[in-house]
């Protein structure tokens, strides 16, 4: 027994060690780091090689390549997201390895590693860690989706780590909600853009891809980095566009350029969005600022029909603090407006704008702000203004408005008020105020073409009235799947579509056997709502989505699952026929077998007769006769006998399989039996049919040697039909289709004797 060191065990001439008294080689050297790089057996290196073959948006192409031996009996891939825990397996029966991972979360790393068993032990490769791409490509064709919320943080975090996504094109599929999302507990989310290096006190982090929210929201974030800059949606973003996206319930917490939507801009476009948030900004340093939609908006930056609304809470020395924008320098605002509250502390002549807080060398055009509420606390030096808190060194305010609902505030605190006009809370509200007009001070709409980017909240009152973007009431098209009812081998889906502003020009559905990466499109016709998916797999899963497209864009449904069901165990199916060789003592039941199932076991085939309208087998009252079921089996009849005279009788085919009891429709026939005191002739034959009859009934009397009467009495005894015949006549027809349904006694009678059959008019 001798003692070694580690680096001695991992050396490649302990291997030759282990090896010198063998006439085989067990031992090698762990090339694969499995064991630490302690020895191993050479069994243990089946595995050379893991190889990533092509990444999709949602699937991993992959190959392995290892020694296979006989003593190889199952191999397969595990792998989980890298933020989690436990693994996911698939055994692979391809000898080649090549296996494709399906179903996975787009822009998200993924590891992998192979293994095979042999007798009794799992080997396992090395781990490889594998990013799923994006869905698109980032093309302003086919930009990069946004579908959930791993999506967005996989943004910022891209952005954290020095992606920049310059001239790339994002855009949102639908709303992202954080309150109703999982998300891994090792992943927070990082304003996209804007980290400040700690060393050299400059942004060093930078979103400048184009982003487009699709009309659709961010809820219910929060970020709390209250020792932080730049705290919003966007942290820093430069020389791009965000449009089409709302901010909606989140709240944020920093230091400075703390806002609703954007931190610092830098030449960027910001069009068609908005924010419903909470700020607070807390700073201990000169100049901090925090907006309701953004912080320090710079660098010929433009806003464009544009607003926020929400709580702003600032403490600080010397802070700006606007409703729309704190410090807005060499920009421009078109065409938006603010309606906030203002809790703001700390004094040093911190400024406060109901639209902008600091406005320097800027312009503004046609915007108004309605502040709801400044709080004034007594012991700090805050200085509020309806509109702008200072405006400095040029820059043109054109055609602007404020409500003076809160008495004692300027519209300008510091600076030039031209181009700006208090208005009253009634007069914001009316119609003239986005009236089409050549004169400036009278309305938003100033020297504006239709369609003009002003209106009247009119019709939702989600502004309380006071003027909204035309924007705010292009809603998009929002398709719906209602209800999807699967079958066997098919499936029925219900859709709706509640409409937007631009008029849907097509609709449908979009489906896909869930191991397929490609959709199927069926198109349903405008006025119809319904569909039908055929030739479908039975007992498989399926997704589908509902579509409508506009003019301008096709919107999705969220994609549903749905399960077609197996085949049933189906029950045979028979027809009864009519009866037929009716004598004094028999009766002939006929029925046709049209399917004997799909349960071919424990056929069972008959009818079932009573004088009781309620034939179910099971009933004590109820007689049944079986016939000899054979393969081929079309017509089928059974004789019985023993029945009672002068009866009305009920009677039904049946099958019996696997599946359970199946009957043909009721039938009924009337049974004489043996002629009643015929006292002229033992020869004398009376029959009467069809009985029970609607129209005709035919009456034939044989053996008679003299006249005889034939009289049809009702269920009350009266009268209704009388004859004579001769006896020569043999037959008699009597018309019955203008009686009540019902039952009647037909009596035959001369002076030798008197007969009576029972008749059923139907």
């Not at 050299?200 to 487009?212: E, L, M, P, W």
């Not at 920009?331 to 704008?353: A, D, H």
């Not at 009686?739 to 008197?754: D, E, H, Q, T």
Request: contains cysteine.
């Amino acid at each position: 027994l001798l003692a070694k060191t580690d680096a001695q065990l991992k050396d490649s001439s302990m291997i030759a060690t282990l090896n010198s008294s063998q006439t085989t080689s067990p031992w090698t050297k762990d090339i694969l780091s499995i064991n630490n790089g302690f020895p191993v057996h050479s069994w243990q290196m089946n595995i050379l090689k893991i190889f990533v073959q092509s990444v999709g948006h949602d699937s991993i192409s992959l190959n392995v390549v290892y020694n296979d031996t006989n003593s190889v009996t199952s191999r397969g891939i595990k792998y989980k997201k890298s933020t989690l825990s436990s693994w996911n397996t698939i055994n692979v029966l391809d000898t080649n390895f090549n296996c494709t991972l399906y179903n996975l979360v787009p822009n998200t790393d993924y590891n992998i590693r192979a293994y095979v068993v042999v007798g009794n032990d799992t080997v396992l490769s090395n781990i490889i860690t594998a990013r799923t791409s994006w869905q698109g490509d980032g093309t302003q064709n086919n930009p990069f989706i946004i579908n959930n919320v791993s999506d967005l943080l996989a943004v910022s975090n891209n952005v954290m780590n020095g992606t920049t996504y310059l001239g790339q094109y994002l855009k949102m599929s639908c709303d992202i909600d954080f309150h109703s999302s999982t998300i891994d507990s090792s992943q927070f989310f990082t304003p996209i853009g804007g980290w400040t290096s700690p060393t050299t006190n400059i942004i060093s982090r930078v979103f400048q891809g184009n982003f487009d929210g699709n009309g659709h929201k961010i809820l219910n974030l929060t970020v709390n980095k209250p020792g932080n800059g730049n705290v919003a949606l966007f942290g820093y973003v430069k020389d791009n566009e965000i449009k089409n996206l709302g901010v909606v319930g989140c709240t944020f917490i920093g230091k400075t350029n703390v806002a609703g939507f954007v931190g610092h801009t830098n030449n960027s476009i910001i069009t068609n969005c908005y924010s419903k948030s909470n700020i607070y900004a807390t700073s201990n340093e000169q100049n901090a600022t925090a907006g309701g939609m953004a912080g320090n908006f710079y660098g010929n930056s433009v806003m464009n029909n544009c607003f926020a609304e929400g709580t702003i809470n600032a403490s600080g020395i010397g802070m700006y603090v606007g409703g729309l924008i704190a410090y807005n320098s060499g920009s421009t605002i078109k065409n938006s407006y603010s309606r906030n509250r203002f809790y703001v502390t700390g004094g040093n002549s911190s400024l406060v704008g109901g639209l902008v807080g600091y406005n320097y060398a800027s312009s503004v055009y046609n915007s108004y702000s309605a502040p709801i509420l400044f709080d004034i606390p007594q012991l700090y030096n805050v200085h509020y203004s309806c509109f702008i808190g200072n405006v400095i060194a040029g820059g043109a305010i054109v055609n602007n408005y404020y409500s003076d609902s809160l008495s004692g505030f300027p519209g300008v605190y510091t600076g030039s008020s031209s181009g700006i006009y208090p208005k009253t809370y009634s007069q914001l509200k009316h119609f003239d105020i986005v009236s089409i007009s050549t004169s400036l001070g009278n309305s938003l709409n100033f020297d504006s073409v239709p369609p003009c980017p002003w209106t009247i909240d009119t019709l939702t009152n989600s502004n309380g009235g006071y003027p909204v973007q035309i924007w705010q009431y292009h809603y998009p098209a929002k398709p719906i799947v209602d209800s999807i009812v699967a079958y066997i081998d098919s499936a029925s889906v219900y859709t709706q579509i509640i409409s937007g502003t631009y008029p849907v020009i097509s609709k449908g559905i979009e489906w896909r056997h869930a191991d397929s990466l490609s959709w199927n499109v069926i198109n349903i016709p405008l006025n119809n709502f319904s569909t039908t998916i055929t030739n479908l797999t039975p007992n498989t899963n399926y997704y589908l989505r509902a579509f409508a497209t506009t003019e301008n864009e096709t919107y999705y449904d969220t994609i549903r699952q749905f399960t077609t069901f197996s085949y049933p165990i189906v029950s045979g199916e028979v027809i009864t026929q009519g009866v037929t060789n009716i004598s004094v003592s028999s009766v002939s039941l006929n029925g046709t077998l049209v399917s004997v199932g799909n349960a071919l076991d424990n056929i069972k085939i008959g009818f079932a007769y009573s004088t009781d309208v309620n034939l179910n087998i099971d009933s004590s009252n109820v007689d049944t006769v079986q016939v000899q079921y054979y393969e081929g089996m079309t017509n089928f009849n059974q004789t019985i006998t023993n029945l009672i005279p002068q009866t009305y009788y009920y009677y039904k085919a049946f099958i019996i399989n696997d599946a359970g009891i199946s009957y043909g429709d009721a039938g009924g026939f009337w049974f004489d039996g043996l002629e009643l005191n015929d006292l002229e002739s033992n020869s004398t034959i009376i029959s009467l049919y069809p009985n029970p009859a609607n129209d005709k009934v035919k009456l034939e009397i044989k053996g008679l040697t003299k006249s005889t009467n034939v009289i049809v009495y009702d269920i009350n005894g009266r009268e209704v039909r009388q004859f004579n015949i001769n006896a020569e006549q043999t037959e008699l027809e009597i018309e019955v289709k203008d009686l009540p349904k019902g039952i009647y006694n037909v009596k035959i009678l001369n002076n030798n004797f008197s007969i009576s059959r029972k008749l059923i008019v139907q």
